[in-house]
Nanobody, 123 residues
Framework: VQLQASGGGLVQTGGSLRLSCAAS????????MGWFRQAPGKEREFVAA????????YYSQSVNGRFTISRDRAKNTLYLQMNSLKPEDTADYYC?????????????????WGQGTQVTVSS
């Protein structure tokens, strides 16, 4: 499975961005998917996850209420709508396909990873 993330860019504080992650194979439609991010000099951290059918979602405390994860299984595409962006959201954002059908917060649960898309929020 190949994952292509897009939608990153430069935005001002309070702005919005929508990230997309296109998967190359339908296999991902039966698996949970997630978004992680890594800021310069920091470890990769969990952002959001969604189960195979979208019925369950999880968010990190830092983005809960501002970000929304969704997926279109027919298009094999994962999304992350990011609103009310803050400078601390600045990072490279990575999408991933889980080993199973459920949503999960641990990076070890994910098998395939995209190349990342950069998000920069200016103050």
């Amino acid at each position: 499975v190949q994952l292509q993330a897009s939608g990153g860019g430069l935005v001002q504080t309070g702005g919005s961005l929508r990230l997309s992650c296109a998967a190359s194979r339908r296999t991902s439609s039966n698996n949970g998917m997630g978004w992680f991010r890594q800021a310069p000099g920091k470890e990769r951290e969990f952002v959001a996850a969604i189960s195979w059918n979208g019925s369950n979602t999880y968010y990190s405390q830092s983005v809960n209420g501002r970000f929304t994860i969704s997926r279109d299984r027919a298009k094999n595409t994962l999304y992350l709508q990011m609103n009310s962006l803050k400078p601390e959201d600045t990072a490279d954002y990575y999408c991933a396909v889980a080993r199973g059908a459920m949503a999960a917060t641990g990076a070890d649960y994910y098998r395939y990873w995209g190349q990342g898309t950069q998000v920069t929020v200016s103050s």
